[in-house]
């Protein structure tokens, strides 16, 4: 490994300032080692934002790529088809024809992935649902992490992490492949296993991997973001609310604090109100047409999610 869990943690506590600088010099660095041939992976969240900010104070001219899947907050749509220099790509399949085919992603990439190869014999994704390292032992983070979701092989119910594929990262590798340029993208260590695991891997510039990326905020936290966006004056997508900071001095947004995929259930289990409950009071067309035009009662009902409006909670 290029990194290790100790490393992480030490990057994650310097101070702003220095993440800063560190991170415009990953982008030099991946700029320099590409020619100029690179671009920003922009989705229009607040952690795209911040990162399509930092690249274009080093290269104004440098290209963002948005991937117009359909599923994003409308306000997020808008502000990202705002900013210059933003090439719009589109997925080969709408979400529907995603869903019926592969299903929706739940409860994580990871679990999700192993419960469509498992449905399909894999003997990996088998002894994953078991709790089982490779040699038969006992894996403690198996029967964590994937034992309590076993119910889900027998359900009747379509799940895979297929639909993160399709919508979002083959339109890009199809893009960087066409265009020659480099990837950049921000994607934060701190949001999930998955991704720690790639910068532990690889660090912030990933150059001899399969697919070549950059990721030069990686080691920053949801609260340098914030930060970020507050103290440079960043303008960010409306559906975020104000940034306001709370009696411990701690950062939140008084709207939508992550917006990705509108429709994703991942994590929907663990919020007290979730994101369905208040896409109900938000945005009440596209509620009903991700609840019940497409289906997701059916899958919020059997893990026995509420999906009521927030004002009943």
């Not at 080691?219 to 930060?227: A, K, P, S, V, Y």
């Not at 929907?268 to 009440?284: E, S």
Request: positive net charge; hydrophobic residues 35%.
């Amino acid at each position: 490994m290029t990194h290790t869990k100790a490393d992480l943690k030490i990057m994650q506590g310097w101070p702003l300032e220095r993440k800063i600088m560190v991170t415009q010099t990953r982008i030099t660095e991946w700029y320099l080692r590409h020619d100029g041939q690179v671009a920003v992976s922009f989705s229009g969240g607040k952690d795209s934002t911040v990162l399509l900010d930092l690249a274009r104070r080093c290269y104004p001219d440098i290209e963002a790529v948005y991937v117009d899947t359909g599923l994003e907050f409308p306000e997020v749509r808008e502000f990202a088809m705002s900013l210059p220099n933003v090439t719009v790509l589109k997925p080969d399949m709408n979400f529907r024809q995603v869903l019926d085919t592969y299903g929706w992603c739940f409860p994580s990439k990871d679990v999700a992935d192993a419960l469509y190869y498992a449905r399909r014999g894999s003997a990996w994704a088998i002894r994953d649902f078991k709790g089982l390292n490779k040699d038969g032992t006992t894996s403690e983070y198996r029967r964590t992490r994937y034992l309590p979701w076993a119910f889900l092989l027998d359900s009747p119910l379509k799940i895979s992490s297929k639909c993160c594929v399709v919508m979002k990262e083959n339109p890009l590798i199809r893009y960087a492949k066409q265009s020659g340029k480099a990837e950049i993208i921000g994607t934060l260590a701190a949001e999930s296993h998955r991704r720690e695991q790639a910068w532990l891997q690889t660090g912030c510039n990933a150059f001899d991997s399969k697919r070549p990326v950059s990721k030069p905020i990686s080691f920053w936290t949801e609260q340098d973001i914030l930060r970020y966006l507050r103290d440079f004056h960043i303008p960010y997508a409306s559906v975020y609310g104000d940034i306001a900071e709370d009696k411990k001095g701690r950062l939140h947004t008084t709207g939508e604090t992550r917006t990705g995929c509108i429709f994703c259930p991942i994590g929907c289990h663990r919020d007290k109100v979730n994101r369905f409950q208040r896409l109900a009071v938000t945005h009440p067309k596209l509620y009903e047409y991700c609840i019940h035009t497409l289906g997701l009662a059916e899958l919020l009902d059997y893990i026995g999610v509420d999906y009521g409006s927030e004002k009943n909670t």
